[in-house]
């Protein structure tokens, strides 16, 4: 089993930014493809950043490419999402999620964490 928890989330004003982490526990860690999804109020849950287990390898969701960079760290099994030039419509629950690989698709995610809440104050 594994265990995903995030933190960072919180108010931050338009054009500000934020730093989401995601830490991975449980034996059963092993090379998995993390990432970020968000569900806003109303909307259903969307893909937003993913990366492979080495790094190599990173998607974005066009709403959010060249704002957002996702990045990590396999010594400490954290994801980290920096966001910035953050708009209103970034308000949102993140969550952080993990499968066999870098996806795209929720129908891939194997683990989910809990999500945290970002909101963005026009």
């Known amino acids: 089993q594994v265990q995903l928890v995030e933190s960072g989330g919180r108010l931050v004003q338009a054009g500000g930014s934020l730093r989401l982490s995601c830490a991975a526990s449980?034996?059963?860690?092993?090379?998995?493809?993390m990432g970020w999804f968000r569900q806003a109020p109303g909307k259903e849950r969307e893909f937003v950043a993913s990366?492979?287990?080495?790094?190599?390898?990173?998607y974005y969701a066009d709403s959010v490419k060249g704002r957002f960079t996702i990045s990590r760290d396999n010594a400490k099994n954290t994801v980290y999402l920096q966001m910035n030039s953050l708009k209103f419509d970034d308000t949102a629950v993140y969550y952080c999620?993990?499968?066999?690989?870098?996806?795209?698709?929720?129908?891939?995610?194997?683990?989910w964490g809990q999500g945290t809440q970002v909101t963005v104050s026009s």
């Open positions: 999620a993990a499968g066999p690989a870098a996806f795209t698709r929720p129908t891939n995610v194997h683990y």
């Open positions: 449980g034996r059963t860690f092993s090379r998995y493809g």
């Open positions: 990366i492979s287990w080495s790094g190599g390898s990173t």
